[in-house]
């Protein structure tokens, strides 16, 4: 073992932290809700795919968003990721921005849930809120996916330094996903109500 070089680390405060995450590339979501506690949505890069057995992600919240209390009352989120093209309604919901303007910017329809799932997102997870636990500012929600969908055939949409950046998507038939002549593919999920649950590439 080495000793800790002081001269390289910074203390982690708030700032220090940011500043460190900044770094990071992550892709890009909007997260949404609708329901008996409303219509609402943000724009999220805490997003994590906790397991496959079941279907299982996880979404980081700040309780001070407009939307935690929707979100929670609730009980289902729908996580569109997005892509290149998608810049504007990732900055409208990334705050500030009354839901009636966030939601005018995106076409949308529903999965399983009442959920809105932006059409033109790359992929379309439509879950239920299955635990929550407080970290700080934060609450994780681990979320069941019950239903996805996928229709955008864009390059992927990145956040990092502090900027949108976008990502070319793979020569043709790399995966299922990037072969846009595919037919539609039904995936491991838990069946919805009907061919929510397929994956359409073309
Ligand atoms: N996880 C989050 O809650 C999160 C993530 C990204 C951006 N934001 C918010 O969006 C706005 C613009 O952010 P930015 O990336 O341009 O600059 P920034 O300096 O505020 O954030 C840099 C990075 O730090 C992390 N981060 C920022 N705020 C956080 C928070 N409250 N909790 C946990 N992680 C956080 C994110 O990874 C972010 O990309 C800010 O208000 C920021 O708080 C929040
Ligand atoms: C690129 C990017 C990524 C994220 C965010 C912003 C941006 C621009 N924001 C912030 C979030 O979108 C915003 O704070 C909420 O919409 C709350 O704002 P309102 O309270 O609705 O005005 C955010 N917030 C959050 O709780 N979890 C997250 O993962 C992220 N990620």
């Not at 636990?133 to 994780?140: I, K, N, R, T, W």
């Not at 491991?188 to 073309?202: D, I």
């Amino acid at each position: 073992m080495t000793e800790p070089d002081s001269a390289a680390s910074v203390p982690v405060d708030a700032a220090a932290y940011r500043e460190a995450m900044s770094r990071l590339a992550s892709a890009v979501h909007l997260i949404t809700t609708d329901g008996p506690g409303g219509r609402a949505g943000f724009t999220a890069s805490a997003v994590c795919s906790v397991s496959d057995a079941p279907p299982t992600l996880l979404v980081c919240v700040n309780r001070a968003s407009s939307a935690f209390a929707a979100l929670t009352r609730n009980g289902t989120l729908c996580v569109s990721t997005l892509g290149a093209g998608h810049e504007t309604v990732a900055a409208l919901f990334g705050g500030r921005t009354p839901m009636d303007e966030r939601f005018a910017a995106g076409t949308w329809r529903r999965l399983r849930s009442e959920a809105p799932a932006l059409t033109d997102a790359l992929v379309s997870f439509d879950c239920r809120i299955v635990g929550r636990h407080a970290v700080g500012s934060h609450d994780v929600l681990y979320c069941a996916v019950e239903a996805l969908a996928a229709t955008g055939q864009a390059d992927a949409l990145l956040y990092s330094e502090r900027r949108f950046r976008t990502l070319a998507r793979a020569p043709r038939g790399g995966s299922d996903l990037a072969e846009p002549t595919r037919s539609a593919r039904a995936v491991g999920v838990r069946p919805a109500e009907g061919p929510a649950l397929t994956l359409r590439s073309a």
